[in-house]
């Protein structure tokens, strides 16, 4: 217990009428389905009534058994069919395929006005971004991309401290994403993750710069508000045999003067989920972990380095809004996960209420898809061309 | 993603038909009854279908409808009757009221079969305390407490490694709570929160002691398996006016020769929640913060002390059975919140099944709770002799 | 190279003719005499000239040899009465030997008029403390205790913080020593260091309380200027067949009001020389640790938490007058000892001038001696009497 | 006192008659002079008896005095000449001057055979530093650049672990220096510090690339034994009206395969001197940081990471002997600047007594320092390319 619990508003507390919620993928054997799953739980603001957890009817029947969802199909097309046409058919779908079948499966569902929550990145290729983002103009759908990062509570507090000019101009940003899951050839001996992830037909043309680096790419931008000028790309697959990079040193130059370094890697041996972002401006820095998220270091120039603490003092109300517990109390990685899903309840709840949106309700969408698309591509074009500076292909 | 995300076990997969479960407490401005029931909610394995939420049946109703459950009462007595005759009524109540309500609240439910999942610490008073134990004898219903730091995978991880001898013979056990929540008289401004946890009516004849000693002093015995011989303390209310101590200064004497020290404090400026807890044994030490839930210290005598991550290396299967997302990724509070109700739904659906008990489900209950109780009492009798020692009363 | 490299004051630029320096104890295979040696030359105010490094003559002339000190001497009366006599003989003495040698050794040096720079604890036990004490009133010399680790200079700048009333009034003093290399019984296979510290007839009734407590209480003291009302100990010899204490819990109550706990222990696996000072005060706290000695954190009640750098913003001139490098650049135990050495060289040199003592001038002497001493007497006291509260007798 | 405390060697123990040293720089106002001489006065293993502290005579003389030097000298050539000539003439010299100073004053000292320590950078340009290079060549004198940081005793375990193969191929090399101490034009403003540093004419064509760039690239090199191929550099001048860089992004190719990014930065707002070293290798990773320099972290593969202590378990000899105190009693700057004159002191006195050279003796030297130079060459050559791959122009 602490001192202002009494004062926090829990999502929970403004009750609405559940929302009906069908997912694309995550089946049996997959990760980030059961992510979703359960983002989508928490505040309590979702119903999963329909699935197509699995490319095959029976496969796809089993896992919704499995998960209590009451209806069940094999081919996603049919499913957003069904669906749209059925009374109390479901209202969003969460697309948690591999990154190639994200674009097919989003345009079935958002041409028939349902709302799409798609995992990262949002195409494998640049041009099915582009052709998706077209396709989604003529839709009333909503389209929310789970660049789950974004929802971490400091993170909020970060870009909150830094559109108020509390840094002062932005100099510096300093950005990475380290793990060591493919620090060997996992895909070569029939791991399911590794091997998609590591098929170029499946995740695109980058596969560390895809899987995580585009959430490195992603995260400095919604913290910072800065817009890529230019970047310059040295990767890597240091594992024999890869056929995408499993390792990105990229230099990035934004508009407006700032300048950084993004690494990504999957091949750091002991790293876990290493993401970490590091912003200097003229009056202050800020410096933040994934792995230690509830905490945010304030580093002004000239006074002592101070840290903010999730839920504690000196925290503003964007981190607050995206908090259920009290300081000291930590939150993760599905908390944060989970305000992606709160974010996008908010905004699904207006339309459906006719309301107007509100502005404070926040999340990545098509936009920062494309872009992050246009970061891999980029990546690629410049380390082909040995780190020539390449603009986004926008 | 990680390595070994492919063999992570979530507790939704193994999917059963929903426990209908009831709150009693919970209502608005509450804190811990939100937490329930996002705890409840996590693993899919809990529909809230019942409440008396609040002790008029207006606010007990809003409650209700503002949660989104059906059935609204205002007298816990009643929905344990109307419940327990009910086709489908609930198997299971969660009581989250102030400490002196416990017991009377599950009396009614238990000696109605319903199970029953009740805050801490157990009740008010020891006398009540040993009451509630005699009538759960005669009840077939689980009692489980939710001392919900036993929860965290690393201390899951810690007391496997003690009870497989990885330590040695345990000599040391430092454990301490610190927040600064009442560090002001806050009690004396209307705080809903401070207001009953400083009322000896409510809360009982321990302050800090009760709320937050309850839990170290449990999460020392949870981890190391020792059993406590005496103690002597020195209780202090440091704030003007204070009914009950703020601060408490516990020496430990645990039966086999191991000694400790117990720092529970409310009053200590700058602490959030500040739970630790470090044994020492012949051959190594563990060390682990609530604060930084995710990772154990291991301590060997001799050699380099080295960090176990939960979902990481090095860790074993009853840390693994809590945890639902790969290392690097921190769970947290709500989390291990989460597995005292995922043991819980456990231990409800084999009795559900007519099955027996599995082994390695593991949950605090009627015994952690009389201990609880009884330290209390041990403190303040301890601290009114001078620092006496004292063993528990049970 | 930091922004204000330029404003700090090395003791070097204060530039005076050498203290003559003469040393007992030391000599081959002793741990803290290097040390002192280190602690003397570093600021170049010392000239380490003679020496009575051991008991027998050879032994300690090797010694010298080895070390290049001049004049060598194997018994330390004759060295106190030839240095005294001799022109350009020794203005100080450093005594490094075991602690039942402490007292004879000084009273030589201070009757006749040479300083003492002296190791801790000022005795073996209470009553020759108390006559080491009343011999040196009638001396001239000063007398230095090192207390080393009140030479850091984020400890100086946290008793400046206290003194100012930054903190509020002091409620908590949390203060612990922990180490292990007394885990296994080392003295029972021949080490020299292990040996003497456990045999009560040199190092005294107290082990660990006696080598490491008095460390702890000392600090505690230094740092918030509070005294010492009574205390409860329960200490423990773990290691079989151990004739002192190896761990120690210690219940404190100070004048005032003030509460406090001390553990000390020699036997906690994995660690190594944890000295950890907490402090809490009605509107904030204090903590720092041994091991990351450059860092001082302030826990503001109703703030975010920070952290003072040494040499860096926010900190004072308590601070930085025994600080050599700057921010970000680490100094550590020997700087700390040294600055022990360097504020005794300050009022050496004022003492040899016939300089008033400049107020500023900081260092332990015979008062914390005896409190040290005193502390240790205590806690065997009350432990022997199941952990009555004791005073201190002095 | 540790466990194996009487097994360290502390370099005093080593006797020798002391080497006479000479200084060439480091009047008042000067921070690095000062940390020179307390460097070689720490293990007692050289006299400072000459020096040409400032330009003028006068000035030179003062510091003589407030040093208490015997020898003062206004001209660096006329020092070298009387120094050589006479009897008893310092052995070795210490040039501390800002770096444009540095070759004229070696060349002085090495044609006389004079041994010489020399801060870095090596020069302010790349052809003084060759010109250098070759006049020492034909000197029988030592030449050491103090790389102060590779005296650190856990840089030096690094450096055994990797050569011994424990990481396995190296793979990755991330290591970054961020200050903040220029982050505003101090140099407009007079301080003597930032002037010569800012200043191409004296400090060479790189600004924070030569001041702390060639140090993080020097520690990467000395670590993993790697040899720079090519590097891609993007320099930047974020304070207006500076003449030199104050950032650096730089791009590594190792020879081998092993690829790298460098950040060196002067402007990061609360960065004091985080200078971090991270490499990784096919087996384990190793985590390094200068401002908590007691500890290395090991990150192995598929194991939990553990934490090497300075002194403690499981380090090897190459650490042990440039440590001087035991475990959890940090060492910090000072200790390791030491090293390298310790390590120095070693040579000289071989070289004195005619001895062979201990293979065990590490020092950073005229290659390192030629490196060093051709590194900022090449960041300035690429950057003006755009961030053009080059190789350094040795």
Not at 54 to 75: F, H, I, M, N, Q
Not at 135 to 160: C, K, W
Not at 270 to 290: D, F, M, P
Not at 332 to 339: C, I, R, V, W
């Amino acid at each position: 217990m602490m001192r202002d619990a009494m004062t926090q508003t829990t999502p929970a507390q403004a009750r609405a009428p559940r929302i009906r919620l069908g997912m694309v993928g995550g089946g049996q054997g997959a990760f980030i389905g059961a992510v979703h799953r359960i983002a989508a739980r928490i505040d309590d603001q979702y119903d999963l009534v329909a699935g197509c957890f699995s490319s095959t009817p029976e496969k796809s029947a089993a896992s919704a058994a499995e998960l209590g969802v009451p209806r069940a199909y094999g081919d996603f097309a049919e499913m957003a069919m069904h669906e749209a046409r059925r009374k109390n058919g479901i209202e969003a779908v969460a697309i948690v395929t591999p990154n190639h079948m994200h674009a097919p499966v989003a345009r079935e569902f958002l041409k028939r006005g349902i709302h799409v929550i798609c995992d990262k990145p949002l195409t494998a290729t640049l041009s099915e971004a582009k052709k998706l983002a077209k396709s989604a103009e003529g839709s009333d759908a909503l389209f929310v991309l789970t660049h789950n990062y974004t929802g971490y509570p400091m993170i909020r507090q970060a870009r909150a401290m830094i559109a108020a000019g509390d840094l002062g101009e932005i100099r510096l940003v300093q950005v990475e994403y380290a793990q060591d899951w493919l620090a060997e050839p996992l895909e070569q001996s029939g791991n399911k993750q590794a091997g998609w992830r590591t098929d170029p037909a499946k995740t695109g043309a980058g596969g560390a710069t895809g899987d995580i680096g585009t959430h490195a790419f992603n995260l400095a931008g919604f913290v910072t508000g800065l817009e890529l000028e230019s970047l310059a790309a040295d990767l890597q697959s240091f594992v024999p045999g890869r056929l995408v990079d499993d390792n990105g040193h990229v230099l990035l130059r934004y508009k407006g003067g700032a300048r950084g370094m993004l690494w990504c890697s999957q091949v750091a041996s002991g790293c876990e989920n290493a993401l970490r972002l590091r912003v200097y401006g003229t009056k202050a820095g800020i410096e933040w972990s994934q792995e230690d998220p509830n905490y945010l270091w304030v580093t002004p120039l000239g006074q002592p380095r101070y840290r903010l603490s999730r839920g504690g003092a000196g925290t503003g109300p964007d981190a607050a809004r995206v908090t259920r517990v009290p300081a000291g109390h930590p939150e993760g990685y599905l908390e944060g996960f989970a305000n992606i899903y709160a974010e996008a309840a908010r905004a699904i709840l207006a339309r459906r209420e006719g309301a107007a949106p509100d502005p404070a309700v926040t999340f990545p969408g098509l936009k920062e898809g494309l872009e992050g698309v246009a970061f891999v591509d980029a990546c690629v074009r410049s380390s082909k061309r040995n780190g020539a500076w390449v603009s986004l292909a926008l």
